[in-house]
């Protein structure tokens, strides 16, 4: 009898010990281990190795030769190739965010109203989005804009001479845009929950006032849905200045590198010339770019960027 009152006593305290043990810090690292190894393996080691292979001449076929800020110094002051992928890239993002942007946002007011079907029609919308910019999606939008192609079949049927869109230099860019905006549905899908969190009540009381649909956009869906914006163009930003799946398979970088993206050209030094050293200054060069677009958005949010606790006030972030 007593032997079993001290067994129960004891129970509380071994409970108490377990619930204490998986109280610490050690548990929560245990549970996101898997995520933490694989960062730290497939992200942040290649990173650093990659900062280091920047300062070095590593071609695979000599051993590695530290040459300091040469590969730098030569991309910025000798390398003509630089500067041409560069501006081409930023021609791209320049154009293809704002459009893309745009597209989201107006199916996005169309998707939110409640008519029957509805959801099949977001879930069409977004169909593109999903199967992503792939090789297979890059195939098939070099059909369609083809000389032979579906686009320029279309065309002819109304009597309009067409053209090698993804051949022709003055276009083949225009094209890779026109794919990029094609697939907005990520975007179109933030904008809609966005959309969504806008109280009824702000777009009653402008109509009592004699507010038109228009003025409602501009002074109540806009800065109601500028956080979304703000995130949408962020994030638009970045995977265009990676953009390389369909500059390689549709165009190759032509013609006339007139597809030639910064992706590519980073691409090409590194898988066809083996400058490996010279390639991981390029990309870093990349995430420097990146990194100062972001801050650049960043600082200017403030005057664009309103918040529902700051928008009474008129106040941005």
Known sequence: MERATSLASEIPVRKKS??????????????????????LALTAYPML?????????????????????DNYERIITADDKFAQSLKLTFYYVLASVPLKLIAALMVALLLKKAVRGISVYRTAIYFPSLIGASIAVSLLWKNIFG??????????FFGIPGTGWVTNPDTAL????????????????????????????????????????????????????SPTLFFNLIMGVINSFQMFTPAYVITGGGPMNSTYVYALYLYERAFSRYQLGYSSSLA?????LIVAAAVIINLTSKYWVFYESESQGGKGK
């Open 49 to 69: 190795l990659s900062l280091y292979y920047s300062f070095t001449n590593y071609t695979l076929m000599k051993p590695i030769e530290w040459v300091g800020l």
């Open 174 to 225: 225009w094209s890779l845009i026109g794919l990029s905006v094609w697939q907005f549905g990520s975007s179109m899908v933030i904008f809609l929950a966005g959309l969504k969190q806008i109280p009824n009540d702000l777009y009653e009381a402008s109509a009592v006032d004699g507010a038109s649909k228009l003025k409602q956009f501009f002074k109540i869906t806009l800065p109601m849905l």
């Open 18 to 39: 377990f619930r204490k043990r998986w109280d610490s810090p050690l548990a929560g690292y245990l549970f996101i281990s898997p995520w933490l190894i694989g960062f």
């Open 284 to 288: 870093w060069i990349m995430l420097i």
């Open 147 to 156: 000389v032979d192609g579906f686009f320029n079949q279309v065309l002819g």
